[in-house]
């Protein structure tokens, strides 16, 4: 099978390829690596996964829609996995024309290369918990309401959303969308929480608690976001009730943890106490994540198995190897 995967040298992407490759896939990888964060990690990502003689690499952006096209031409993949996006709610604020070139058009781009290569038969992207916006109503469920975003990051993401179904409406597209659940582990993000709180234990500066630590998150293992991936690619979805072969799901913990228990975490872990910053809630953020993963379990068997005090310290166990602490 060869698959597609943009983004392929992020944080989720790079995990993806490498099960993919580790099973015998074929992987097609696309990733502009830009700056939004220190190129290096992605590269050294990326370096762990060309080795291998089934992985094929392209430096290009999705929202250059002629790159795109030629390279769906010349792949021909089975199946694709759209991971590219400009990520983070807070950045939003500050670079928003970022989110409408990566993650609308670029979207756009990556199902218009489904819809116009024929071997394709399945799309598989990322969305975010980012679009339950506001919603009090706790888990979150992928049948609540969704229309209320407080970040373009999440308008966006919900816009993926409304995009995919149509083209599965339209083109008869497979589709799946995965709501990911704050994500966290080795090869991790450098604006994610895990990591800058870290770095800046190791760096003996303070770190920025927001909402003066009155926050809770489903934190997610990478390790249980790939498998839930990876089944998302490999199961059939039924048509809904219009004959449209389009789903969304939750990917997270299914608990919904204090972001002081996770802080207590990464410094038993470091060894070391943080100085930290009570500060006020940062616009387009919210207090509370909390995904229902009832029909994840029941459509793809996903079952998350890595509670914080397991994946903290994998994450830790990395993130000192890889800086020779």
Request: glycine content about 8%; proline content about 4%.
């Amino acid at each position: 099978m060869k698959i597609l995967i943009t983004g392929a040298a992020g944080f989720i992407g790079s995990h993806v390829a490498h099960s993919l490759l580790s099973r015998g896939d074929q992987v097609v990888g696309i990733d502009n690596l830009n700056d939004y964060y220190d190129p290096k990690l992605k590269r050294a990502r990326l370096n762990k996964l060309t080795p291998n003689e089934n992985f094929t690499f392209y430096k290009n952006d999705i929202a250059d829609s002629d790159a795109v096209a030629k390279i769906f031409k010349d792949e021909n993949p089975d199946k694709v996995i759209n991971l590219a996006a400009q990520a983070g709610v807070r950045y939003s604020l500050e670079n928003p024309h970022a989110y409408i070139n990566s993650n609308i058009v670029g979207h756009l781009n990556i199902m218009e290369g489904c819809r116009h290569t024929d071997s394709v038969i399945k799309f598989v992207y990322a969305s975010s918990s980012s679009v339950y916006g506001g919603n009090t109503k706790k888990p979150f469920s992928v049948e609540d309401n969704v229309d209320s975003p407080v970040s373009l990051y999440a308008a966006t993401k919900k816009s993926d959303e409304l995009m995919s179904y149509c083209y599965s409406h339209l083109y008869g597209i497979e589709s799946v969308g995965l709501r990911f659940f704050t994500v966290y582990g080795p090869w991790g993000r450098p604006d994610m929480a895990a990591y800058l709180f870290a770095d800046a234990i190791r760096q003996g500066k303070p770190i920025n608690v927001f909402n003066h630590g009155n926050m809770m998150r489903d934190f997610t293992f990478i390790d249980d976001i790939v498998s839930g991936i990876i089944a998302s690619l490999d199961k059939n979805i039924t048509a809904d009730d219009k004959g449209v072969k389009h789903k969304v799901y939750n990917l997270g913990n299914n608990k919904s943890e204090k972001l002081m228990d996770y802080i207590g975490e990464i410094e038993t872990a470091m060894g070391a106490e943080a100085t930290k910053n009570m500060l006020p809630m940062q616009a387009g953020d919210v207090p509370e994540t909390y995904a229902d993963i009832e029909a994840s379990t029941r459509d793809l068997g996903y079952e998350p198995t890595t509670p914080i005090s397991v994946g903290i310290p994998k994450f830790i166990e990395w993130y000192k190897d890889y800086y020779k602490v």
